[in-house]
Every structure is written in C-alpha cells, then in structure tokens.
C-alpha cells in the first residue's frame, strides 16, 4: 500500500497531521509537508512522536521514522574515559542556564557539513517553546566558557532531544550522561533521540518500533501537556570558578 504526502497549511488546526502509519518509507519517516511552526503545532506533533526537520530552501517537513532511536532513562553508556571525566569535576552542569546560545552553538555547521538545518525560524519557534516551559536546555561550563550542551522538548514525562554539540572534547557526552541521570530521578519513561547514529549507538540508544515508541508516548505524555521550570535544578556541585557570572549566586 502506498500512501500521499500529506500537505499542511498554515491555517489548518494544530493538530491536522495524518496517522502515522501512513508515514512514507524512503526516506524514512517523512509524514507530512507545510503548516507552520507555532507552538501549538509543535506540541501537539512531539506529543505524537512528530518532529520538524528541514533544511534552507525547503519547505516544513514532519517526521516520524520507523524504528525510532531512543535512551533508557538514566542508561546512557558511560565509558572509563567519561567516568574519569565526570569524577575530576573539572566543569559545572547547569539547566536552562542559556538556552539561546545552546542553539546557537547547536545551529553551527558540522565539520563535514557547510549547512545547517537549525534555521533562524526553527530557533525562533523552540525559543518559544523555551519562555513557554516546553523547552529545555544543558549547558557544561569550563571557566565560564559554555563548551557543551543539548537541548529539547519535554512534555509530561517524555523528553524529545534535538540537538547536541561539544566545544571541547567529550562535554555533549557529559550534557547526555547527566541528563539522562536527571530524567531517570523525575520518572521520565521516555528519552527519544529521534533518528539513529554511530554517536548515539555508542552512547547506549536502541532503536525499537515505532509502535512501541507511541505506546510509551501514551504513558508518558499527557493529553494536556502542561510546561515545566528546570532552571535551578542542580546537576552536578558547581564549583563557581566555572559557571559564568550570569549564573553566579
């Protein structure tokens, strides 16, 4: 059976996408195409495992491959390297402490890539997210340096990562580690890593179907999705020579 890609338009509902399982199979995942990126939008797609993603040039494309990459909470692999790393303390951790400029490191090209798909109007609509409490960020500070971090979108007891990028050698793997640490204390059933890499295999993510990902979805997210505050959330002792003036007490 094959299936039409679906077109949105801005002025249709929030929450006007197809079944998923009508999601095309090559490429992988792709759903749907247009709407906008308001936070209703955006709610009600990661409350159903949808995601945007999309480069310059292109229109909005929704997502939700087949399997689906995600985290345990709390079982993110830890090498004897990153454990030696995460023992020395040689960094402070924080929540929510710049969310802006985690996307903004974030939305830099790769090494290996000259583009990005982390566009001004994607940045915009997760910052929205972020002042509404849908949104969240990691940071890893070395002498007031922000030199790692992630961010995404949690609703209810599901986080939805997006995006992740180290400055110095290792520090997205320590924003990942104490994360997940983080989310496994608050109960969170679900930590979704949206699509697989050699990265994120390394670091402990499985790939499980999608119909297993939207059962946990139903447990984990609430019809009403409420936003949450994770500022002042202490991750790890933050030993003040690290944290910039901004978050110093």
Same mark, same amino acid.
């Given at each position: 059976?094959?299936?039409?890609l679906q077109?949105?338009? !801005?002025g249709?509902p929030?929450d006007?996408?197809p079944? %998923?399982h009508?999601?095309l ?5 792709l ?8 936070t ?7 409350s159903r495992?949808?995601?945007p993603w999309?480069?310059?040039g292109?229109?909005?494309l929704w ?5 689906r990459?995600?985290?345990r ?6 090498s #004897? #390297?990153? $454990?030696?790393l ?10 929510d402490?710049?969310f ?7 939305? $830099?090209?790769r090494r290996?890539?000259s583009? %990005?798909?982390?566009? !001004? ?5 997760? @910052?929205? +997210? ?5 949104a ?6 070395q002498?007031? $340096?922000?030199?790692g ?18 400055? /110095?050698?290792?520090?997205s #793997? ?9 989310l #496994?204390e608050?109960?969170?059933? +679900?930590?979704?890593g949206?699509v697989g890499s050699?990265? +994120?295999?390394?670091m402990?993510?499985v ?9 946990l979805l139903?447990?984990?997210?609430p019809?009403?999705? /409420? ?5 002042? %959330?202490?991750?790890l002792p933050?030993p003040?020579e690290?944290l910039?003036a901004?978050? @110093?007490n």
């Amino acid at each position: 059976m094959t299936f039409k890609l679906q077109h949105i338009l !801005p002025g249709d509902p929030p929450d006007a996408f197809p079944a %998923t399982h009508t999601a095309l199979r090559q490429p992988n995942g792709l759903l749907a195409v247009g709407g906008d990126l308001s936070t209703e939008r955006l709610i009600s797609a990661y409350s159903r495992g949808i995601f945007p993603w999309f480069s310059e040039g292109e229109p909005i494309l929704w997502w939700t491959p087949d399997p689906r990459t995600v985290f345990r909470p709390g079982e993110v692999h830890v090498s #004897k #390297k990153l $454990q030696r790393l995460l023992k020395r303390g040689e960094f402070a951790v924080t929540l929510d402490g710049a969310f802006a400029d985690v996307m903004l490191h974030c939305a $830099q090209p790769r090494r290996r890539d000259s583009g %990005t798909w982390l566009l !001004p109007n994607m940045r915009a609509a997760y @910052q929205a +997210l972020h002042e509404k409490g849908f949104a969240h960020s990691v940071e890893v500070w070395q002498h007031g $340096q922000l030199v790692g971090g992630l961010y995404g979108i949690a609703l209810g007891r599901a986080f939805f990562g997006e995006s992740m990028f180290s400055r /110095r050698s290792d520090m997205s #793997k320590v924003a990942l580690v104490m994360l997940s640490r983080q989310l #496994k204390e608050w109960g969170f059933l +679900l930590f979704d890593g949206q699509v697989g890499s050699a990265h +994120l295999y390394r670091m402990g993510a499985v790939d499980i179907p999608r119909a297993e990902f939207e059962k946990l979805l139903c447990r984990a997210v609430p019809t009403v999705p /409420r936003p949450a505050r994770w500022e002042n %959330t202490p991750l790890l002792p933050a030993p003040a020579e690290h944290l910039p003036a901004f978050l @110093q007490n």
